[in-house]
């Protein structure tokens, strides 16, 4: 079975810090992982994923993980926080890659951005 | 491509009643999925479409609950007798094969329908 662990369901920064959000998953299959964003009443867009390759991964409006695999951890992270970046982020991974594909979801984490 | 659409986005109904939503995914997206959002949590999976087989329900889906996506397009999701419990936003996702590793790890999601149980 696969999990996610979003550590802090409420974060809040001030506009121009740095942008921690932590994701720690589980799985007993290579992993593929994701950071989604959901805006208010919205659906889920796709920050950034990994499947293979490159352990860094860059993603939309400024955002970057890194896949490490020592520490089952995919941490989501941004250099300067920005007010349009305040939403919910959720880290989600998926597999096997026979079968559904199915993405299991962290409980979220809210960020808030402080001007 | 006008991505995925959901229709309702919005629905208020009463305790015991029957409602049907409806999902509209990419075109040439062969595989579209269910999921359940309840308040504070992440989404969870309900069940997923390859074509119009339906492959995997989620324990989560309980016999009031069906879903059938008959030519392989568009997509139902229809609760009987629905209870309080039931109120939560249904997403739709879709996704397609990418290269040769049998992946279709890309999902792309819908506005949702955001539904009340009086």
């Known amino acids: 079975a696969q999990s996610v662990t979003q550590l802090g369901s409420h974060v809040s920064v001030s506009e121009g810090a740095l942008v921690l959000l932590r994701c720690n998953y589980s799985s007993s299959v290579p992993p593929y992982l994701f950071w989604y964003v959901q805006y208010p009443n919205q659906g889920l867009q796709l920050l950034l994923k990994?499947?293979?390759?490159?352990?860094l991964v860059k993603g939309i409006n400024g955002f970057e993980a890194e896949f490490k695999k020592s520490e089952t951890s995919f941490h989501l992270t941004k250099p300067s926080a920005h007010m349009s970046d305040a939403a919910e982020y959720f880290c989600?991974?998926?597999?096997?890659?026979?079968?559904?594909?199915?993405?299991?979801f962290g409980q979220g984490t809210r960020l808030t951005i402080n001007p | 491509d006008t991505g995925v659409s959901q229709n309702p986005r919005h629905k208020i109904t009463k305790r015991g009643q029957n409602v049907t939503f409806r999902c509209d995914p990419i075109?040439?997206?062969?595989?579209l999925y269910w999921y359940r959002q309840t308040l504070g949590q992440g989404p969870e999976f309900l069940t997923y479409?390859?074509?119009?087989?339906?492959?995997?329900k989620s324990r989560l889906l309980s016999d009031r609950f069906s879903a059938e996506r008959p030519k392989g397009s568009f997509s139902t999701l229809e609760i009987q007798r629905t209870e309080q419990g039931d109120s939560a936003m249904y997403l739709c996702a879709s996704s397609r094969r990418t290269s040769g590793a049998s992946s279709y790890n890309e999902q792309f999601f819908g506005p949702g329908t955001r539904l009340t149980v009086l």
């Open positions: 075109s040439e997206h062969n595989r």
């Open positions: 479409f390859q074509n119009e087989a339906q492959l995997e």
């Open positions: 990994y499947t293979t390759g490159a352990t």
């Open positions: 989600a991974v998926s597999g096997p890659l026979q079968g559904a594909q199915k993405l299991v």
